[in-house]
């Protein structure tokens, strides 16, 4: 489950897998599989602003961010990494 923790770290190194995975400390507050997560989230969020998106990938999109994500709060707040 993705939290504003995460999102946190995420943000606080620019989503540069390469630069956190080198921080001693910093991998046991989160995983790769959270970080590729987020990763994919931002992509998505990507070709759905762009009107890329169909409606059919927009819903799922949003019903994912639901199974994903802890609060609306942490949504919100990966829409503003975008």
Not at 5 to 15: A, E, F, Q, T
């Amino acid at each position: 489950m993705i939290d504003v923790h995460k999102l946190k770290i995420y943000k606080k190194y620019d989503g540069d897998i390469d630069m956190w995975a080198m921080q001693k400390g910093e991998q046991n507050k989160m995983s790769d599989s959270d970080w590729g997560l987020i990763d994919n989230f931002l992509q998505d969020l990507v070709i759905i602003k762009s009107g890329h998106a169909s409606t059919d990938f927009a819903a799922k999109f949003h019903e994912r961010l639901k199974e994903n994500f802890d609060s609306q709060d942490t949504i919100d707040f990966l829409i503003s990494l975008q």
